[in-house]
């Protein structure tokens, strides 16, 4: 993909649940190997956001635009290969506990093997020396055969972020990938996030609750404030004013939900 083309492009998009304007009108570009946080309260859209991006969301209206395709015009089968490209973290993880982790990380092939093959991988692991090596990357070698409910919640976020290394997408969406974790941890996650990113210019996308987290690891920050852009700017041309903008209907006890 040429560097002209944008890995994300949002034309004028509205999100409605039921009578909830989760998004309004929002307009945005993202270019390869950025990194972008999307900062704001709880409530302000981050999720539903990320939720489009990586399309398992439509809009209510206006256009999602990923790696040069509308999403909400594409065959079920062209839409999973678009979103082969795209890898998504969450906050929880979402690993199966009961699995071994080799199985959990294997699931980033999922997207490519045959429902056979997946089934028969639960068995016999394929792809052995694959997950090993992102397990090493993401500094737990020894976990390949552990239980993936007896890890730490810092354990199982780095299990999560080896899935995507084996999806090996182009771009990374992350859903306050640190939010239940100590501050240790977040900051061990997010090096880890930034590194990938690096060394291999992957995009990344991070909703972050946390904003020195924010303006630490990422190259832009975007504020969002009950489903609008409140700001768009690289981090140095972020001001203290602006954070404050940003949160100022928190403090006063505004809440959406
Ligand atoms: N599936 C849904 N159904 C109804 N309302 C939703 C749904 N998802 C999100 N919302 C609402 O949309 C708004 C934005 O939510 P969300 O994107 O989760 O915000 P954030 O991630 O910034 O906390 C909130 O008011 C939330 O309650
Ligand atoms: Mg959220």
Redesign the pocket.
Known sequence: MSDSVPIFELKQVSQQ??S?S??SEINLQISPGERVALV??????????INLLNGTLFPTSGEVWALGHNLSRLSPQRLRQVQQQIGTVYQQFHLVDSLRVIHNVNAGHLSRWSFLKAAASLIFPLEVETAAKALARVGIPEKLYARTDQLSGGQQQRVALARVMVQNPLVILA??PISSLDPEHSREIMDLLRKLSQETGKTLVI?LHAIEFARTYCDRLIG?QQ?KILFDAPVAAVSPEMIEQLYRLEKSGWR??
């Open positions: 649940f039921n909830l989760a998004l704001g309260s709880s409530g302000a859209g981050k999720s539903t956001l859903d306050e909703s969002l489903g959406s939900n």
